[in-house]
């Protein structure tokens, strides 16, 4: 029943956007002037119903990007360097990067067309309730866009109602301008959401709290961040899935740890209905592009199982790097000796080739083994928001305020406990929980597009990304990949894309150093 409604969701969604897709370059994605009256579309529930489902295909895609910018951190290195994740993985990339443009003409598209069901939604004779429903989803695409936005932009414009090609574009709203309407946004969906769709993969209550926890914990506003998430918490419908390994495999999709994802179908007829994270990111056995390198800095990060670091437990093995780890570590990367689809990873003769790792390792989760050969597109659901990542957040803005509290310990050992990892130490200090909770996000939410933000917010990016990439070791020596920059004046926030300048005639300004 999940695939059919899945189906009946995709399709929904590529009528209503052939219907209502620009092709215009213009930053506000302003209708073009053959485009369908949206007064002739809003007729009847079912326009109402095709219309909302089409908003979600502007979530960000998980490809290119949310699993690619872990290669904008220390966890990982792009293989492809010269294309546009390599200029931003080095730190080269200027205004005109291809990601800039890609990401702000997509969510701005989301934000007009939310905007249109808003202008439309009320002219449609359907029951208020049912109504209501479909505003809330809204709502919160609407405030999950600005979100993307704010975090990787900064301050951009407020747009509540769309623009025509005569109008003039607005300059750009303060960062916290920009945060008040994405709360205001967001509390109006989690008032108007059911706890419980009856479709999957549509936006729910939780998910709207949620939001708000993660875009308050990104400004440091951690007594609001606190507070959405001891909200979610106390739902009491959502909890860590038993098998961390299986959490991210089509076959256990959709369980009580999943917030917000993203749907594909099983054996997907093209890419429309499936995704590319295999395609993308499985290893060259599997017919994939391995695209993704993880590096030594992040495979010495997880810890051994008695709960130390490589560097102070006996269980530690230089010889035998892998034995005796954090179980998220097998999950997460694969290494030679590693077994997927029945295949035995090896990176021998392969290393920095161009086409292959560029380290010596590669990225597991998320990758299917059932889909060995690339025969369809992708259908493992990708998971946007998980309840560990609110545990997490939680933990972490509490710290923030008063320090190690029973609760902070509580919400990470519950992640930990998860993957039979010991407790962490009692009477830690407000300074060591706070190292030790950024390590524990690193490690669980790795590949995941999460890290890429934290180090954004804790504003360690500089010292993330300036010192040297390792892989493995080959002849008795770590390989070296790369040394990075990253200009703290200017690599916090992402360029306004060129384009985007040009067309504005002088109303948007460009964010520093671009």
Known sequence: MRKRNLFILIVSAIV???????????????????????????????????????????????????????????????????AAQGELSSGTATSTNAYFQQVWKQ????????NVFFENIDNVAIDQDTKDLYKGEVYFLRGFFYATLLRLYGGVP????????????????????????IIDDLEKAESLLPEKQKEV?????????????????????????????????????YDLYPNYGNLFLPDYENNEEVIFDRQYMENAKDKSLGSDIDQYFAPQMMGGWEAISPTKDLIDTYECIDGKPISESDLYNEDTPFENRDPRLKYSILYDGSVIAGKVFSSEGRVGDGNSTRTGYSIR???????????????????????????????????????????????????????????????????????????EKRVELTFEGVYFYDIRHWRTAEAA??????????????????????????DYLWAIPLTELDLSKGSLEQNPGW
């Open 158 to 181: 407020i747009l509540e109602t769309t623009l025509s090609l005569s109008d003039p574009i607005p300059a750009r709203n303060s960062v916290e301008e920009v945060y008040e309407f």
């Open 16 to 82: 209503s956007c052939n219907i209502f897709t620009s092709c215009n370059n213009s930053f506000l994605d302003e209708a073009p002037k053959n485009e369908l009256s949206d007064v002739s579309f809003w007729k009847t529930e079912d326009d109402v119903y095709k219309y909302t489902v089409g908003l979600y295909r502007y979530t960000l895609a998980p490809e290119n990007h949310i699993i690619m910018t872990d290669c904008y951190t220390d966890n990982a290195v792009p293989v492809h360097v010269t």
């Open 465 to 490: 990304l300036e010192k040297p990439v390792y892989g493995k070791k080959i002849n008795g020596e770590y390989l070296w990949v790369e040394n990075r920059k990253f200009n703290p004046n200017r």
């Open 201 to 237: 993969g549509r936006a729910t209550k939780g998910a709207a709290i949620a939001e708000q926890a993660i875009i308050s914990n990104f400004l440091n506003k951690y007594e609001e961040a606190a507070t959405y998430a001891k909200e979610v918490i106390s739902l009491d419908i």
């Open 107 to 114: 969510a701005f598209q989301g934000i007009r067309r939310c």
């Open 365 to 439: 989760k998320y990758i299917n083994p059932a889909n060995d050969g690339m025969n369809y597109p992708g259908w493992t659901n990708f998971i946007y928001i998980r309840y560990a990542e609110i545990l997490l957040v939680y933990a972490e803005a509490l710290n923030e305020i008063s320090g190690p509290s029973d609760e902070v310990y509580w919400a990470v050992n519950k992640v930990r406990s998860r993957v039979n990892m010991p407790a962490l130490p009692e009477n830690l200090s407000k300074d060591v929980m706070r190292e030790a909770i950024r390590k």
